[in-house]
């Protein structure tokens, strides 16, 4: 059946290493999208991306980076550039916009622990 | 700049009576709203969404109202029921014309449904 997966649930790393997160989608999405959510933080846009081989920023993308080399993957490498990597990360993906209507479907999250 | 605020961070509501969400925003070009919910540990699911061409959208138990000129939202969960106890985000879109029309999401209330 259809959906986001991202694995794996949840991921321990020491500090200062690198951390690449995996979010595949089978729903034939152009549009996905990384957000992390800390508590009372709400959900932050890190990257997103609208199109094979092409992302964009959003408003948190320092200490992150991104591929999108093919439609159905778009991992996220957490690198030790980020000061707070802890946190719940969030993969969704989304037809694209159209005018402001925009549905987002998300996958399960990972939670990531840097110590 | 939190261009989409939910005031309240919780709410205790007795099982059976009505639950009411509350979302204010800043950006008068936000056209397009939405209410996520989302259990512990797991990615938000779509609940309810509307444009600003109407001011009531209903789906069972779910209603969302918008009040263009106070820039509020609110969302109607009756009867409320154990099942509904989550937290609850609201987002908001804009058309920027060409541009990716990126959700901005509130902080999220957590919603406690008491038996």
């Known amino acids: 059946d259809g959906g986001i997966t991202q694995s794996p649930k949840y991921l321990f790393r020491k500090e200062g290493q690198n951390v690449t997160l995996s979010c595949e989608q089978n729903?034939?999405?152009?549009?996905m999208y990384w957000y992390r959510q800390d508590p009372g933080q709400g959900l932050r846009l890190i990257y997103y991306?609208?199109?094979?081989?092409?992302?964009q920023k959003g408003d948190i993308a320092e200490g992150y980076s991104v591929s999108r080399e093919k439609k159905e993957s778009f991992p996220l490498t957490v690198t030790s550039a980020q000061k707070n990597p802890t946190a719940f990360y969030l993969c969704?993906?989304?037809?694209?916009?159209?005018?402001?209507?925009?549905?987002?479907?998300f996958g399960p999250g990972t939670r990531l622990t840097v110590t | 700049d939190q261009q989409v605020k939910q005031n309240s961070p919780s709410l205790s509501v007795q099982e059976g009576r009505i639950s009411i969400l509350n979302c204010d925003y800043t950006?008068?070009?936000?056209?397009?709203f939405l209410w996520y919910k989302k259990y512990p540990a797991e990615g938000p699911t779509f609940l309810i969404s509307?444009?600003?061409?109407?001011d009531k959208n209903e789906d069972g138990r779910f209603t969302v109202f918008l009040n263009k000129s106070a820039k509020h939202l609110s969302l109607h969960i009756v009867p409320s029921q154990p099942g509904d106890s989550a937290v609850y985000f609201c987002?908001?879109?804009?058309?920027?014309?060409?541009?990716?029309?990126?959700?901005?999401f509130g902080t999220g209330t957590l919603l406690a449904i008491q038996p």
């Open positions: 969704a993906s989304s037809t694209l916009p159209v005018g402001s209507v925009v549905l987002q479907y």
């Open positions: 729903l034939n999405h152009d549009a």
């Open positions: 991306s609208q199109i094979v081989n092409d992302f």
């Open positions: 950006n008068s070009m936000f056209d397009y």
């Open positions: 509307i444009s600003s061409i109407k």
């Open positions: 987002a908001a879109s804009a058309n920027y014309g060409g541009a990716t029309n990126k959700l901005i």
